[in-house]
Nanobody, 124 residues
Framework: QVQPVESGGGLVQAGGSLSLSCTNS????????VAWFRRAPGMDHEFVAL???????WYADSAKGRFTIASDNAKNTVNLQLNRLKPEDTALYYC??????????????????WGQGTQVTVSS
């Protein structure tokens, strides 16, 4: 059973940093691919970054060079480090998981399990 739980959001000034965490309610994510998406008011879910069971990573262009996704060795926690934040990064950030598949996916509709989200607000 997979039940992502996010933490770590908050309010930060532009140029600042935040660290988001996603746990599976005390269990490991195992071989699931874990991704972060975000959703700004009035917008659809936007892919941010993902990590595969063997620590392969993939980033949206908007995240490259600023955000880093990583998991601990046991894959109990998946972290998303947000650096050099911009006001346009303001959104509700969601952690999501999907069963292993031959190809990775960045499409929100393909993910089976979602957390409740954590708010990131970047002031200018």
């Amino acid at each position: 059973q997979v039940q992502p739980v996010e933490s770590g959001g908050g309010l930060v000034q532009a140029g600042g940093s935040l660290s988001l965490s996603c746990t599976n309610s005390g269990r490991t994510f195992g071989q699931y691919t874990v991704a972060w998406f975000r959703r700004a008011p009035g917008m659809d879910h936007e892919f941010v970054a993902l990590i595969t069971w063997n620590n392969g990573t993939w980033y949206a262009d908007s995240a490259k060079g600023r955000f880093t996704i990583a998991s601990d060795n046991a894959k109990n926690t998946v972290n998303l480090q947000l650096n050099r934040l911009k006001p346009e990064d303001t959104a509700l950030y969601y952690c999501a998981a999907v069963r292993p598949a031959p190809t990775i996916t960045t499409m929100a509709r393909e993910y089976d399990y979602w957390g409740q989200g954590t708010q990131v607000t970047v002031s200018s």
